[in-house]
């Protein structure tokens, strides 16, 4: 199991590093074995940073991430990672075979039966052996280099699977086809942190879903529970702009303000049931949380 | 008529042998008309963007012709494409926002790629284009790193369009952003019509039902090929190309779950582009294919402004 005990982030940014921008504040959540969680947010939330320090990419400035029963040594190999650019994952003057092999040597497993376990990853995301070894990144589309990526991490005795944003560049039909293959991975038994802007895919296929303002958690549970019965503002309005096909933006009625009383303001108190947390926005600050109007109106940027 | 493609050809040479991306397409995009590009990944959809703009080596354009405002241009040759790139038609490339100069502040760079392109650089204007996509005009003094993907995707799309061209090509412009970022990317992309900023767009995107907001038209390729071109809400609703009905129906509706439903791709993969098939390309995954498929079907318009390329529609 995965766990996250009140993480922090704050970067150092300008010249000299001379400010600070705190990304993430005081997360707390885990992700269980066979489990899909689901990380949402609007742009800058924090959400990579996040899965960067899960890969351990980033170190936290405060709070812990643990892999249970797992030495430090062997986190590495345990908690993997796809991103959204996949040709930014890939040297470009590798051929895919090579890439393959770079995995072997890095982490020091046996070449006995290499190529076949190759090829056996490669069968189990739906691609073709034959079709993609031996071609450089570039001669690859969008959506079988993500696979690739995918196919690359199960090589390893995978228990945690960061995927961030890996399906926002694929088509529809491919996306289904990655999505599924999510969930037979995590039937398997494997802990995906799915990290996404696409609130219908993450609820499609996610357990549990987390949602981050601006680096805080104001919302988290069972994901029938925070679609099917959103308590926070916030999520409201995310839910609501949604875009849906037969329903175009030009024609909808105004509508009216979703209700926008938040009465979340201190970090721990919100579980409006087991398994249902929702937080302030604000982290409970006085000076940033409006609370004595009781009402926080949280805008959509 | 802003731009006219004629049966364009661009193949990739690969050492075993061309890679047809792009097979003899024709289209044409009114002024104003700000269209949609969709179709399954690897079907050719960022190889007709790239041969607006540039070539690389390994592209060579094998036949067909395109002309913008009534100007042939010439995609053939990187030289005298020079004076075209960027003035009258600019490309936000796919994955973009990670080939930012990572050693540049954001302002510093804009004046320096304005410089070289011998543009002049309009500090004020620059900073009122940041405020439309929703930036605030400290990214300038940021780092790439420093920014999140949906910032610096945003400022992306700001640079592309300084110069105001004729044509722009928005590839995958809004995939990396969230729902309420997406839809003040996509409405910037209308504003940027509406004012006149850009005369005329294809925004190539996954994602159907954001597209649908802004787009009057939806072009559809597959395997290097169009399958189909119409309003965009004839795509939508009445789709009569069988792999644009299959993207429609993909398309998972809200509140659909895994646990629950599972949903369906569309079966089988598309052909090599190295040696496609004769005939429809979609044949081998097409659940209405007959006899005649065997032979190719010409892009026919059956309709006012609806064109498609499947025996059974035409
Ligand atoms: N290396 C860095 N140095 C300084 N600031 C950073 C760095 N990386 C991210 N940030 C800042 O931290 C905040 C969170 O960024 P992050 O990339 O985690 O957001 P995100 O939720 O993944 O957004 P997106 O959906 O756009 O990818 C942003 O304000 C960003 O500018
Ligand atoms: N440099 C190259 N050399 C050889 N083949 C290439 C090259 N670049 C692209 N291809 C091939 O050309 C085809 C079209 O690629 P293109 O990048 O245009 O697809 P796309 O429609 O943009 O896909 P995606 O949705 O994944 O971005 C693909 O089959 C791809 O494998
Ligand atoms: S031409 Fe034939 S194979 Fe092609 S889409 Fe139409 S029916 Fe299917
Ligand atoms: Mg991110
Ligand atoms: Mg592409």
Known sequence: MLKLDKVGKTYRIGAFGGQELRAVHDVSFQVNPGEVVSLIGESGSGKSTIGKMVLRLLPPSAGAITL????????????????????????????????????????????QDWREKVEAALRSVRLDPGAVLGKYPHQLSGGQLQRMLIARALLLELKVLVADEIISMLDASTRIDVLNLLGELRERGLGILFITHDLSLGNYVSDRTVVL????????????????????????????SVPQLHRKWSEEEEQPEPEAECLFHAPGEGWVEPDHFVGCAFGGEQDECPRAAEAVVIPLR | MTLKVDDLRVYYRT?????????????????????????????????????????????????GSVELDGQVLPIADDRRMNAHRFFEVSLIPQYSMSALNPTRKIGRMIEELLRSRGAPFDRKELERRLHLVGLSTDVLDRYPIELSGGMKQRTVMVISTLLDPSLLIADEVTSALDVSS????????LEFRDRHLVKSMIVVTHDLSLVYQIADTIMVMYAGKLAEKAPAKTIVNAPRHPYTQALINSLPEVGVRYSERRLQGIPGSPPSLLNPPKGCRFRDRCPLAFDKCETEPPFTEIAQGHSVACWKAI
């Open chain 1, 68 to 111: 249970d029963g797992t030495p430090e040594a062997d986190y590495y190999r345990h908690v993997q990672g796809v991103f959204q650019d996949p040709f930014s994952s890939y040297n470009p003057i590798f051929k895919a075979d090579r890439v393959f092999e770079m995995v072997r040597q890095g982490f020091g497993l046996p070449s």
């Open chain 1, 213 to 240: 303002y601006k680096g805080r958690m104001v919302e988290t549970g069972r994901t029938d529970r925070v679609f099917g019965d959103p308590r926070h503002p916030y999520t409201r309005r995310l839910l609501a």
């Open chain 2, 182 to 189: 997406q839809r003040a990317v996509a409405q910037t992309l």
């Open chain 2, 15 to 63: 050492l075993r042998g061309e890679v047809k991306a792009l097979d003899g397409v024709s289209f044409t995009l009114a002024d104003g008309e700000i269209m949609g590009l969709a179709g399954e990944s690897g079907c050719g959809k960022s190889t007709l963007g790239k041969s607006l703009i540039r070539l690389d080596q390994r592209m060579k354009h094998v036949g």
